[in-house]
């Protein structure tokens, strides 16, 4: 009824109802008119259960195509005016055969954001394309390079804005949101695309220095081992990691932090409390070794790095000692102590993120037709997770910080990939051929070495360690030696050090200042689909204004009040000692 007066609403069934095997395709079997294209948007990790279950509806007695809307930012074909032509005219087919279209939040905004992203780059065109080409000079080949770019991205731009035509009123557009608290979560549903030229981050190399050697403490609590490459800690340092490891111990004990699947912070209380002051002391030690001019403010670094706010008379104090390096240094590591460690230790690994495998890429390139094309930041860097082992298809860490401490934990808790392991070897081997001196005191030499030896170490048993070839001798092309490696060293923290300080944050973690953003607001208010109808059996009242309220199904509650206070269901037990 809803869709037939061109208004948009959200239901709530209970779980198991039928919402995506009943309610899904009965609204597809209505609505997809002839004139309508109808768009089942489903969370990504539904997204092949959900077009089987509409093929199987409408392969007998009702025939419809089901058609799958793919698309993704860094894809050659996003870039192909052919491709987003052939797309367009897909769309409208559907249509007319009153065919579905079954497709992912992630796909309809990038699709959205792309647009958005060729309208900005056609305003924000070179100086260059302004003047006379009797004004070019030497500059002329350079302009009609960007002419023709800017004569595609309008052509793009067309295409794609007859796609968003299609969903919108005026065409009849209508949506279906399958999981809707899952599409329109409003801290979950965030897709960013930075734009504009990369410039490399502010303060480069100390940028990730300081999060290595946060989050190495937090290691140390675990296996009572650092990871730092040429820093030997004094007594006092010491005294600051036991204290740590000691306060970590008591919070695991009072429920403040998990172990499983590995270290994990549930409240944010505990951390401010317990942890906060003695990472401030830590912090402390990497700020006055990284810039001694913060020894003028040496009495005030700590209480200047924990407390939940500056005083006036403090700020005051420590602006006029320290110079401006000094003091962007010591704000990063506040802003670190204060907020972004707690941030990253509260994500669990492969549920909210986590770094892209072969078979995410492989399964991805089965289900689009096509081998996917990954810029190189997604293929090294970690990237937010929909779900359990279910990597977003085209979604970004916006801010650099939780990028980096995400990516540093990425790789301390899943470990080096194949792939990087035979990066390192091959850099060590061309470096080894242009150092000089006998092989066995050649740096790289050294250094494998080192790992290998470090690697032995943090056996139960040494001895049992895998016998690997020298530098010189190691084969990385050999399937069997590049294995072995991987077996001995992909969790070596001072590998993956080595890793990401010299091959992953130097190359990617480069800044972009603008950046377009699209959100659950974008998929479920006006500004895409013409109507939207939402089904769920978990949602809430937090939905854009043109989807309040929520329908409640009556009775839901009941049934399940009924069958949680049912004693056929529940047993109930009373605990003597108890103290929650």
Known sequence: AAAAQGSSSVHQMIMGAGKTTVIGPMLGLILANGSSLVTQVVPGALLDMSRNVLRTAFSNVMPKRIYTLAFDRSSPSSNSIDAVRALAAKLRRARAQRALVVTTPEAVKSLMLKYVDLLQSVQSASPLLRLPRSALGSQADKASGLASQLRTNELLADELATIIKLWSADEGGVALLDEVDLLLHPLRSELNFPIGPKTPLPLEALRWDLPLHLLDAVFFTTTGRLALPGFRPDPDALAILRDLAAAVHAGVDMLALQTSPHLVLLSLDYYHASLRPLFAAWAKVWLLAAEPALLAVDADVVSYLGAPTLSPGLKARVSAAAPPRALQLLNLARS?????????????????????????????????????????????????????????????????????????????????????????????????????????????????????????????????????????????????????????????????????????????????????????????????????????????????????????????????????????????????????
């Open 336 to 580: 670190w102590v204060v907020s972004f460690l707690p941030h990253v230790l509260a994500k669990i690994c492969r549920v909210r993120y986590g770094l892209l495998s072969p078979a995410d890429i492989d399964r991805w390139s089965a289900a689009e037709g096509a081998p996917v094309s990954l810029p190189l930041s997604r293929s090294l860097l970690a990237v937010p997770f929909v779900g359990k082992d279910v990597p977003s298809r085209s979604a970004e860490f916006a801010h650099p910080e939780v990028l980096l401490g995400t990516t540093i934990l990425a790789y301390r808790y899943e470990g080096l990939r194949r792939h990087n392991m035979r990066t390192i070897v091959l850099d060590l081997k061309a470096r080894l051929l242009q150092e000089t001196g006998p092989f066995a005191e050649r740096p790289s030499r050294r250094l494998f070495a080192d790992w290998l030896d470090a690697a032995r170490l943090a056996l139960p048993d040494p001895s049992v360690a895998p016998a690997l070839l020298p530098l010189e001798l190691f084969q990385p092309a050999d399937p069997r030696q590049l294995d072995q490696l991987v077996a001995a060293l992909a969790f070596e923290p001072l590998v993956i050090h080595h890793f990401v300080t010299a091959h992953v944050f130097p190359q990617v973690m480069r800044h972009q200042e603008l950046k377009l953003q699209a959100s659950g607001v974008d998929l479920g208010g006006d500004m895409l689909f013409g109507v939207r109808l939402g089904f769920s059996g978990t949602p809430s009242d937090l939905l854009p204004r043109s989807l309040q309220p929520c329908h409640y199904e009556p009775g839901s509650e009941a049934k399940i009040i009924r069958v949680l206070s049912s004693p056929t269901n529940v047993s109930v037990s009373l605990l003597a000692d108890w103290s929650v």
